[in-house]
């Protein structure tokens, strides 16, 4: 379908500020209780820390700024999450409920590896 080689571009950017956004998503829920509360009661260091990379680094992937890193950091941050709080019940994601932790994990670490792309600020300083 070489109609939509075009498309690469604009596609590659929306991905990652569509997986930019959920992933803040997830950091206002904890840290603000926004758009929903938090489910799991009280924050701990831990969840704390999880939500303060999901806030940061879901924004800083948005905009594209410092993209390589804060994906990077996002994905090892998910990846933690996996194995801390999904791997143990189950060894399948589908069976454990991290399939949504694993594709963060590893769209993060495609970002981090491909870098920002267009409509990003880090190309509009290079």
């Known amino acids: ?33 926004f758009p929903i509360p938090f489910p799991y009661g009280p924050l701990n260091p831990m969840t704390t820390a999880a939500g303060v990379i999901e806030l940061v ?9 410092l ?4 994906a990077f950091i ?3 941050m998910a990846a933690a999450a ?9 060894f399948f994601p589908i069976a454990n409920g ?3 932790v694993t594709l963060y994990c590893f769209i993060f670490l495609f970002i ?5 792309g267009i409509w ?3 190309k509009l300083r290079s």
């Open 120 to 122: 990003s600020v880090d």
């Open 57 to 65: 680094g879901g924004t800083l992937i948005i905009i594209g700024l």
């Open 74 to 76: 996002c994905s090892g």
């Open 82 to 90: 996996y194995f801390i709080a999904h791997a143990n019940q189950n």
């Open 1 to 33: 379908m070489k109609f939509l080689d075009k498309f690469q571009e604009p596609a590659y950017a929306l991905l990652r500020i569509v997986s930019g956004f959920l992933f803040l998503c997830h950091g206002t829920q904890k840290l603000f209780s």
């Open 112 to 116: 981090a590896t491909r870098g920002p």
């Open 67 to 70: 993209t390589r890193p804060a």
């Open 98 to 100: 991290g399939e949504l």
